[in-house]
C-alpha cells in the first residue's frame, strides 16, 4: 500500500458545507492507511495548480487528533 494524501482544502470545503459522511469516509480511509503502516499526507493545493506538504500523520492518535479539530467546527 502507499501513503494516503488528504488535501486539506477539501476537507475544508466539506466542513464548510456539514457533509460529515464524506469526511467520515476520507478519515475511514486514513486510518486504515496508518494501520498497514504507510503514512498520511495532507497537502494543500494553491490556486496556481502547484501543492504545498503541510504536514505527515503516521499513528493513529495523530490522526485521531487532526478528526477531532475537523469535527469540532461543524
Known amino acids: ?5 488528504i488535501h486539506v482544502n477539501q476537507v475544508e470545503e466539506l466542513q464548510m ?15 486504515s492507511t ?3 503502516g504507510e503514512a498520511v499526507v495532507l497537502v494543500r493545493k494553491n490556486p496556481d495548480g502547484t501543492s504545498n506538504k503541510v504536514d505527515e500523520l503516521t499513528t493513529e ?11 469540532k467546527y461543524m
Do not use: P
Request: net charge negative; hydrophobic share 40%.
Open 17 to 31: 458545507i456539514k457533509d460529515q459522511d464524506e469526511l467520515e469516509r476520507i478519515f475511514s480511509r486514513a486510518k
Open 61 to 71: 492518535t495523530e490522526l485521531e487528533q487532526l478528526k477531532e479539530k475537523v469535527f
Open 1 to 5: 500500500m502507499q501513503e494516503y494524501i
Open 34 to 36: 496508518i494501520v498497514q
